[in-house]
């Protein structure tokens, strides 16, 4: 603010500025004048510079899309190597025609910047749908009709029932008496369920546009960011004296760009945030780029063929010259030499030969395939999409691609980190049972007075057991941030009235519905008092005064309330391990015994403490609570130190325990993967024993599974931890070492022993391992404890924060070997992991959809992993694999014999092919059936694939894209072109192929050999072909008869005008001959034999692997691996097999 302003400001408005001192002049904050109008008409209006509110996706214009997108397609290096054949071929005198490498190159481009142009054209049309849509501000105390992108920041915006907000929004006030509003974000973030949000209490009564116009204020906020749940800010509103009253703002004020008003008449609110600079337009920008192991397989292949490109043009140019050294060879009488050719520098000569050669030989590099791959993905993905099995009825929805960039990558995964919460459970919680004071109770109760079941003796008189029932049943109905929806339309709920509980934790829900069975039932909160039924049906109403909010570092939340004779309580909830150290010792015993058995029961469990609060302490606690609540500058991390500093000294009440359900098939899910040779990591922020547990029951752990524990429990023993952690690390190791002497990130899945090794270990000691220090006793901490891990079939991670589940999935991808690393949770704490590995999967579970929003795909629920990872990853790597083999197999059999002309013409640079089939060869003639192919094949049946995990193994590791079978692909093209040119060549020694006498020249030599070459690299995808549609007979004989019309063509035959070129009733000649066609089928026969010889003998041995496949089935029946116990029947007390 301007000094003149600050002067005459009150008393308390200055102790405002000065408690948040130095705030203002902070690039990150902006102020905002509500209304646009001055809170003091003697001031001048401040210029306001913020952005207008339109929103633009679209990447192009309409002047700049050619300059930019050629630019960008150029920036692909295959796509700027063919620019610069093409201009090569326009500036030196080169053998073929600058169409041949123009027009393929012409073709990339253009549909490439069609696909590109029709998605921006798409993206301009939904941005004018928004921006062009009707908003009405308030102006003048009058409702103003406005386009959406004419609101400016500072505008006061009406929005009505339905409505989308059209930016980003301060609410002033409602419809509702209370100030509030519902909210659903389905939008941004996928949650569908409404969220409450809240006006301060000094703007709630303004309702109409003229007393919402009488409004003086400015909001001082945070700069733009694009995390859609924090926002920091603080309103100050200004009387007719000037006095400025402040009030703090949080994301429960505001109203986001992109989400829906439900339940509410209409609100007000004024604009903060305008068009690019909303939270919605910030999330635009896309994730880091990944990229696939096949994408890097096709640069190395890439590499190799442009060596070869590179040593047949100095091959041949170095050949040219040898053979020229004759005289007679390099200026026979025919043809003399002109005066500037003998003046010509022979090194420049040479050097233009290079370059022509590198111009003869440049189909080598399949400029094509990049088309053709983006294609294939892009099409592909739409096949998971498809998939009825990944329909799930009870959310309406199937699975989602985010990236079709990732299909392949499906199919080589090695290690796949799963969260337990929501991803293997249902996240779908049941109150199990609690303990107070010592005393555990079940969640059925026969009679109203008092909790139904003990367990042990009491250690209390009747009363008081009586009344710290009730408090604890009161704690768990007031310390929560439940909302609650009833069908009355009277505001508040009544007893008889039927509602139901909202809220972004099913935990909550849980609790609150467990108090409910008890008698005491939560009946919403009106006017900021929480109102609670107690057993006796009498209404209690408590104020609310503050809500210390959970969060993952805390592991708890608090609320302080205050009772109708004025009492004041803090009560908390959270962890056991954030609970107990801030409650007395003496109470945590009886307790902590009850939560370690409910844990291992599978249970998870939550502590609740309290303490009272005299009226001097609280208006401390109030005045330091408001004091950082107005903060602009690390408000969060201030309150976090108030909140640690407000919940200490409390008095522990008991805990609870709630059920999360294994979710459907997750066990079959994972002995599938385990089966499939993947290793399974779970990474869970939950208690050790529970995780555990669940770990059992989806048979992550079998009954056999020795399990090496790496805890806090484990190494308290020693007084110097590091020092225990080392002695463990190294005996696990000694252990696992002598299992598998040497066996490799690779070689695991077929080195297991009958002998399964399961590794647990938590967050603190993850943290010992990667933080430890650089003293020769631990700095090999890190290498011996992935050395471990290698070697277990499966690994638990507990007490995981979400940093912590991204190092682990980072340290397994920089193993030696590089291995493909799959991430799959449901909320928040995952995305860190799913953006981190690999291949992200996001789960559409209930903790909201921040986790599916982040992923590469998303699908309903844990069980649909198996079917998108052993069918559709397998089946995505073996058809790009096979077509990025097939495209550089094609092109060395098409550009072979174009190499081997050239010792029979005298290095002349003569091209082989007319310049019509130079150029449409990839394009036209062998692209479609390649392109079905990488769509449709099916080499296994889809049902073969799931029912037989094993089958992922054989292409693990980039199977298809080693060096084997690229020497196999390249040797093959090598062998077939030589049968194509030489086969050719004996033909021609007959000195005339016709009755007549005629003799055959070049053109039809050449057109003999691509004839050859067409027909013999299409019938060898015929050959490979095992999933025969309509599609692919269309698209392969189709490719065929279209390459016999289209040389009728060309060469006169049906298109007369075409005289004057040097095709002219070529093929049609060539036709005529019985020899030619004899030689023709010949030689496509000689070049097939080797792959019919080899199907051949792949058929007799997958009869004898079916054969042997049928005995081990037997055997496997006979000799089963036991059942896993039911997990209500299992203790851990008896594990013989602990380490």
Known sequence: MKEKELKQMTIPAQRLMARCAGEEKRVGTRTVFVGNHPVSETEAYPAQRFCDNRIVSSKYTLWNFLPKNLFEQFRRIANFYFLIIFLVQVTVDTPTSPVTSGLPLFFVITVTAIKQGYEDWLRHRADNEVNKSTVYIIENAKRVRKESEKIKVGDVVEVQADETFPCDLILLSSGTSDGTCYVTTASLDGESNCKTHYAVHDTIALCTAESIDTLRATIECEQPQPDLYKFVGRINIYSNSLEAVARSLGPENLLLKGATLKNTKKIYGVAVYTGMETKMALNYQGKSQKRSAVEKSINAFLIVYLFILLTKAAVCTTLKYVWQSNPYNDEPWYNQKTQKERETLKVLKMFTDFLSFMVLFNFIIP???????????FLGSFFISWDKDFYDEEINEGALVNTSDLNEELGQVDYVFTDKTGTLTENSMEFIECSIDGCKYNGVTEEVDGLSQTDGPLTHFAKAVKDREELFLRALCLCHTVEMKTNDTVDGATESAEFTYVSSSPDEIALVKGAKKFGFTFLGTRNGHMRVENQRKEIEEYELLHTLHFDSVRRRMSVIVKTQIGEIYLFCKGADSAVFPRVPVDEIEPT????????????????????????????????????????LQDREEKMEKVFDDIETNMNLIGATAVEDKLQDQA?????????????????????????????????????GTELLELTTKSIEECERKEDRLHELLIEYRKKLLREFPKSTIRSHKKAWTDQEYGLIIDGSTLSLILNSSQDSSSNNYKSIFLQICMKCTAVLCCRMAPLQKAQIVRMVKNLKGSPITLSIGDGANDVSMILESHVGIGIKGKEGRQ??????????????????????????????AHLVQYFFYKNLCFILPQFLYQFFCGFSQQPLYDAAYLTMYNICFTSLPILAYSLLEQH????????????????SGNAMLQLGPFLYWTFLAAFEGTVFFFGTYFLFQTSSLEDNGKVYGNWTFGTIVFTVLVFTVTLKLALD??????????????????????????????????????????????????????????????SLFPEILLIVLKNVRRRSARRNLSCRRASDSLSARPSVRPLLLRTFSDESNML
């Open 667 to 703: 066990a079959e899910t994972i002995d599938a993967l385990h089966a499939a040779g993947l290793k399974v990591w779970v990474l869970t922020g939950d208690k050790m024993e529970t995780a555990k547990s669940t770990c059992y029951a989806c048979r992550l752990f079998q009954t």
């Open 1025 to 1086: 072909t095992r999933f025969w549609t309509w599609i692919n007979h269309f698209v392969i004989w189709g490719s065929l008869a279209f390459y016999v019309f289209f040389s009728f063509f060309w060469g006169g035959i049906i298109w007369p005008f075409l005289k004057q070129q040097r095709m002219y009733f070529v093929f049609a000649q060539m036709l005529s001959s019985v020899s030619t066609w004899l030689a023709i089928v010949f030689l496509i026969f000689i």
């Open 592 to 631: 902590k015994r009850h939560v370690e058995h409910s844990a291992m029961d599978g249970y998870r469990t939550l502590c609740v403490a309290f303490k009272k609060i005299t009226p001097d302490d609280y208006e401390k606690i109030n005045r330091q609570l408001v004091e950082v609540k107005l903060a």
């Open 367 to 377: 400029v094509s395939m990049y088309v053709t791959v983006e294609m294939q993905k």
């Open 851 to 880: 986790a599916a929003r982040n992923s590469d795909y998303s699908v309903p629920k844990f069980k649909h992993l198996k079917k998108l990872l052993l069918a559709h990853g397998h089946l995505y790597y073996v058809r790009i």
């Open 940 to 955: 296994i049946n889809i049902d073969t694939l799931t029912s037989e995990p094993r089958l992922y193994m054989n292409i």
